[in-house]
């Protein structure tokens, strides 16, 4: 039987899905970090504990293996692949100090904009150290965390994907770095770039003999852990869309038209010849998290008639800042007035991100996405049905649980050569 393993690294931990050729799941492990740093030793010892859990059957039957990782996190690896800076994490800001150098440098609404691109951030490391290509530092890369994490499987240094090096400056259209991103000093720090999913190689022979892989094990490029938890939906047709509710509430829509406006943040990732355009708002589950724990969100939703709107008006934030589909990072929590009975305090809550998430396609679509045809969502606030039938008032089209929403799952999907 021919096996494909897909890993997912968090922030919190890492979780290992091997799927067999029909789609089901033969192995998963899931690992917690026991600690903060240093990061990348952490990473590289997360990994090899998965690998190390494999069952045998798993791991001498195991086709390709790929790796997704959260977008924008970063580090500098000497021509060995040994880290020489701290990993920058993927909400990292301190690219806010350079934010006027990357203005200057990148066309209007690029992704590079933001403070915590990839981009934004090896500009700081310059800036900070005041570093630039030399002899001590010739060689030198910047990785994503799925890249270095697929290096030390394969052993073929600075190798990304086209999903991971968007936020570096590449452009998935034209597939290439802009001449503008090239005629940088910096350009000899760029990595080479695949389509995820693409064949890097072959497992290296030491990490085959410690693991007891499949020697012909191929290492594939990865992805970031959004789009491979929109991957493990199975969504595939124009105009379907992934709405994550976790702490954050994240849209994403499959489409045939590139989207990009930095003003909202939105971006498109390119998905073969179509477009996933995105779109973050800062409202979600940590928002509800500051009043309600599990069980209280499970009695009280049970309470509500999902069929009549609240009477009141939210704009539910963890703390001031919003991004999308409103751009106003001064823009004020607004939580009053707060009702006496709790479920309807819930309720007003859940009826006004339903509204922030139908007003979060109504821009993507305004600016030229395909039309929204269904939604699926993932994330925790899949699981609540009452949630689930007052946004499918609010946006008007089908809205279901996916059938899968593990980043690991479509990470694995990926390995398996499924079409983008």
């Keep these: 039987m021919r096996i494909c393993l897909g890993i997912d690294f968090g922030t919190s931990g890492t979780r290992a899905i091997a799927l067999a050729p029909n789609g089901d799941v033969v192995f998963e492990h899931h690992l917690a970090f026991a600690q903060q740093s240093p990061l990348a030793q952490l990473w590289q010892s997360a990994l090899f504990e998965l690998l190390g859990n494999l069952p045998h059957d798993i791991a001498s039957q195991l086709e390709a293996i790929a790796i997704n990782g959260t977008s924008g996190t970063v580090l500098l690896c000497d021509n060995q692949g040994n880290p020489q800076t701290e990993p920058l994490l993927y909400s990292d800001d301190r690219g806010r100090a350079v934010s006027a150098q990357v203005q200057a440098l990148a066309p209007p609404n690029h992704p590079v904009l933001s403070a915590t691109s990839s981009l934004s951030k090896l500009l700081w490391w310059q800036q900070e150290f005041q570093w630039s290509p030399s002899e001590s530092t010739q060689g030198w890369k910047l990785l994503h965390q799925a890249d270095w994490l697929a290096f030390l499987l394969h052993g073929k240094l600075a190798i990304s994907d086209y999903h991971n090096a968007l936020k570096l400056g590449y452009d998935p259209e034209a597939l290439a770095y802009p001449d503008w991103l090239v005629e940088r000093p910096l350009r000899s720090l760029l990595p080479d770039v695949l389509a995820p999913g693409q064949v890097i190689g072959t497992v290296s022979d030491a990490i085959a003999q410690r693991f007891s892989l499949n020697p012909d094990c191929k290492i594939c490029a990865g992805t970031t852990d959004s789009i491979a938890a929109f ?144 939604v699926f969502t993932a994330g925790g606030g899949a699981q609540n049905p009452v949630w689930e039938r007052i946004r499918q008032r609010h946006l008007r089209v089908p809205v279901t649980a996916a059938a899968q929403t593990q980043a690991a799952y479509g990470t694995a999907r990926l390995a398996q050569g499924i079409p983008l």
């Design 231 to 374: 991957l493990a939906s199975g969504v595939s047709h124009p105009g379907d869309a992934v709405t994550s509710l976790g702490s954050t509430l994240v849209l994403k829509l499959l489409s045939e038209h590139r989207v990009d406006d930095a003003t909202y943040g939105i971006y498109s990732h390119r998905l073969g010849h179509r477009w996933l355009v995105g779109g973050a708002s800062n409202t979600g589950g940590a928002v509800l998290r500051q009043f309600f724990d599990d069980e209280q969100l499970q009695s009280l939703s049970r309470q509500l008639d999902p069929a009549h709107p609240s009477p009141l008006t939210y704009y539910p934030l963890p703390k001031p800042g919003e991004r999308f589909p409103i751009n106003n990072p001064d823009l004020q929590p607004q939580l009053s007035p707060r009702p006496d009975s709790d479920a309807a305090f819930l309720h007003g809550l859940l009826e006004s991100m339903a509204r922030i998430e139908a007003e979060g396609y109504e821009r993507l679509q305004s600016l030229g996405s395909s039309a929204l045809n269904q």
